[in-house]
């Protein structure tokens, strides 16, 4: 299943969901950069610079989503675990230590700890893509 793709903040980069992973390609080239494997769903993010990825990690008998994960794209590992229930959409904030998460009927806000192991929540992250 193809998901909506999404531009990173500043252009550089574009995210599509296909089928059990999300790929990243440059906007400059058109050249796949990553592909990251999760679990796809609507509500998945790309922070800022397409560091991490916040996506769905674990669903209930039902198929509602549990909880998420937040993945550094780079080394396909996961820094981070969320729980939120019946999530309709999921967004980072513009310097990438914050996530929104809308769920029925509420609005959570979750804050990053900005630590080495939190790449993506860094505003002064200056890694580059290969």
């Not at 909506?4 to 999300?22: C, H, N, R, T």
């Not at 780079?74 to 309709?88: K, Q, S």
């Amino acid at each position: 299943m193809l998901g909506g793709p999404k531009f990173s903040p500043d252009g550089k980069y574009l995210a599509v969901s296909i089928e059990d992973a999300v790929r990243i390609w440059s906007t400059a080239d058109w050249k796949m950069l990553r592909e990251v494997k999760i679990k796809t769903s609507h509500a998945w993010a790309v922070s800022p610079g397409s560091h991490c990825l916040l996506g769905p990690r674990d669903a209930d008998e039902e198929g509602n989503t549990v909880s998420f994960q937040v993945i550094d794209t780079l080394t396909n590992e996961e820094v981070a675990r969320i729980t939120a229930n019946r999530v309709r959409a999921t967004a980072f904030g513009h310097h990438g230590r914050n996530i929104a998460i809308g769920s029925y009927p509420a609005l959570e806000l979750w804050q990053i700890m900005v630590t080495a192991a939190t790449p993506c929540a860094s505003p002064q992250d200056q890694r580059q893509m290969p």
